[in-house]
């Protein structure tokens, strides 16, 4: 308004300075504003509108309209007084808070979309987390029930001190231990490598198989070894974990009257198996903590978790094939 009536002013001094009458037309302005214009006695020269003017003040605000006055024509073509009227206050007003309200309502939802996608991000690996360990302590109720509910069904038997009782208790005793081993590993491992011993790893593993053959024989499984004498730098104990947990596995995803093969040879174990097989998609996420490729049979999902970790942790070489209902064959190279 300031800038409208200045331009009109201005056109008033330049018309009485070239010796111009004062052209109304050449003084249109836009349509959403009206003027007038008065002499120095206040009487009006030229007006647009009805209302009075309150000439003591420069700004005022009437019947939802807002006047402005400017001074500056200073008696120029007899004009001392140019007054705007702005027509669309209202409008200008309910446009004003429409757009301010609309962009608060955008500026919230984006707000709250950043927010829920930052809080999504930041709860993910908090919640996947808590899933897998909502998982982990069922499964491990699941497995350490079956060990357990033999153990006392055994105890409890009249006939307690029986061969076949004291096998029972024998294997789900062993059971036990090497779940709390895995349990214990993977919770306390060490990465470092200590002082190890060369061993004869062979011996290990025949000691070993005496007790996974009787548990394979249970299932009708049938289980073959062809052992030659090897000998490799590694804790014993860690042996016996990558070998229990390969071997378990196997009897765990093989069928009744399946077929388990195991080779110790050229510095190579190979345990194969005719199982239910592992899926294609599932291989390359085999050897993650807690990821099962299959959920029709128990287990943690930490098996070949912790296999893995020691294989790299002792630089062997891990070869992994498998077809779905045909088997898997699991082969670790140690290094000579």
């Not at 201005?10 to 109304?24: C, D, F, R, S, Y």
């Not at 070998?243 to 190979?270: D, V």
Request: glycine letters at 4%.
């Amino acid at each position: 308004m300031e800038i409208i009536a200045s331009n009109i002013s201005h056109k008033i001094i330049q018309a009485h300075m070239k010796g111009l009458n004062l052209n109304l037309q050449g003084l249109k302005i836009d349509k959403h504003f009206k003027y007038a214009l008065f002499d120095k006695d206040k009487k009006p020269i030229h007006v647009e509108f009805g209302e009075n003017i309150d000439f003591s003040k420069r700004i005022f605000k009437k019947n939802s309209s807002i006047f402005y006055i400017d001074k500056g024509t200073t008696g120029h073509l007899a004009v001392s007084y140019v007054v705007i009227k702005e027509n669309s206050l209202d409008k200008t007003l309910h446009n004003l808070k429409q757009n301010i309200i609309y962009g608060t309502i955008f500026i919230y939802l984006i707000i709250t979309a950043i927010g829920y996608l930052l809080a999504k991000l930041f709860i993910y690996p908090i919640q996947t987390q808590r899933e897998k360990l909502n998982r982990f302590i069922k499964d491990t109720t699941h497995e350490l029930n079956t060990p357990l509910s033999a153990i006392l069904l055994c105890v409890n038997s009249d006939d307690f001190f029986n061969e076949k009782n004291r096998e029972y208790i024998k294997l789900s005793a062993k059971k036990i231990s090497n779940l709390y081993k895995d349990l214990t590993y993977i919770t306390l491992k060490n990465e470092k490598i200590e002082d190890v011993k060369l061993l004869d790893i062979s011996e290990i593993l025949k000691e070993e198989l005496t007790y996974h053959i009787k548990f394979s024989e249970k299932k009708k499984i049938t289980m073959s070894y062809d052992i030659e004498n090897t000998y490799f730098k590694i804790d014993k104990e860690d042996f016996i974990r990558i070998t229990n947990n390969l071997i378990s596995n196997a009897i765990k995803y093989t069928k009744r009257n399946g077929i388990i093969n195991i080779t110790l040879k050229n510095h190579t174990l190979t345990v194969k198996d005719n199982g239910i097989g592992i899926e294609k998609e599932s291989l390359e996420r085999i050897f993650e903590r807690y990821y099962r490729a299959t959920k029709s049979v128990g287990g943690f999902g930490i098996g070949l978790s912790i296999v893995y970790s020691i294989c790299k942790k002792y630089a062997l070489d891990i070869d992994l094939k498998s077809q779905i209902n045909k088997g898997t064959t699991f082969k670790l190279i140690f290094p000579h």
